[in-house]
């Protein structure tokens, strides 16, 4: 088992800058990739981003890349994305999610077997 816990979020205006973090407990954290998804009001959730065990491989769904950044911390069991430049559309609950394994499949919500509760982020125009 792993226990996954966010914070984070809050509410911040258009433009500027939000670091989630995510902690895990449980099972060895470097045993397991990491990923952010996401759920607007009246959405499905979406990924978001996903890094691999080692933190060598990073994946970002397309409207994100380039203002968000995951990164990870082995040593003390976290995971960072860090988001710039928010948006309006960025508002959504925000939810970290580890899998032992990424493979191909880094987008779908099906690979993670871990979620954590989600932490709101709210973005004001």
């Known amino acids: 088992q792993v226990q996954l816990v966010e914070s984070g979020g809050g509410l911040v205006q258009a433009g500027g800058s939000l670091r989630l973090s995510c902690a895990a407990s449980?099972?060895?954290?470097?045993?397991?990739?990491m990923g952010w998804f996401r759920q607007a009001p009246g959405k499905e959730r979406e990924f978001g981003a996903a890094i691999s065990r080692s933190g060598g491989s990073t994946y970002y769904l397309d409207s994100v890349k380039g203002r968000f950044t995951i990164s990870r911390d082995n040593a003390k069991n976290t995971v960072y994305p860090q988001m710039n430049s928010l948006k309006p559309e960025d508002t959504a609950v925000y939810y970290c999610?580890?899998?032992?394994?990424?493979?191909?499949?880094?987008?779908?919500?099906?690979?993670?077997?871990?979620w954590g509760q989600g932490t709101q982020v709210t973005v004001s125009s």
């Open positions: 449980g099972r060895t954290f470097s045993s397991y990739a």
């Open positions: 999610a580890a899998a032992p394994f990424l493979g191909s499949n880094w987008y779908s919500q099906g690979t993670y077997d871990y």
